[in-house]
């Protein structure tokens, strides 16, 4: 009897845990899980088969169409709209909501075309677009300043 208590007590927690964490995410612009962990050079890409230097290309179209947007407000993962002075009431989350279900919606259109289309370029025009996406990239992460 104890022990179904304890069971039922553990997993209550662990379900209102799970939904409050999904309504904090909502406030934020996007994760780290989002971006890019490494980048290349010429010499790395070169090594690679198609297959994999299309995922990279994907990963790279990813971060790009997910941050690009919030670049203005934001280039670190994990803002929250609050952390920006922007009032996290129903209209802002769910304006931001309905933001990022529309870039994921986005994401595997152009991720399902790139499938498709791009094994058809040539391995170097792939290589040599890795890297300009990467440097937009690295753009994008140093933010919007000035110093252009």
């Excluded at 690679?48 to 790009?64: A, C, M, S, T, V």
């Excluded at 920006?84 to 994401?107: F, P, R």
């Amino acid at each position: 009897m104890l022990k179904s208590k304890l069971l039922v007590g553990f997993i209550f927690f662990l379900s209102i845990h799970y939904i409050n964490g999904q309504q904090k995410d909502e406030a934020v612009f996007f994760n780290q899980r989002d971006q890019i962990t490494k980048f290349h050079t010429i010499r790395d890409l070169e090594d690679l088969k198609k297959g994999q230097l299309i995922q990279l290309y994907q990963d790279r179209i990813k971060e790009i169409i997910t941050v690009l947007p919030f670049l203005s407000l934001t280039n670190e993962p994990g803002v929250r709209l609050s952390d920006l002075g922007i009032k996290e009431d129903s209209g802002h989350i769910k304006s931001l909501k309905k933001s990022v279900e529309t870039n994921k919606e986005a994401i595997n259109v152009t991720q399902n075309s790139i499938e498709e289309l791009v094994p058809y370029a040539d391995t170097e025009k792939i290589i040599l677009t890795i890297l300009y996406f990467e440097e937009i990239i690295k753009k994008m992460r140093i933010g919007v300043t000035k110093n252009f």
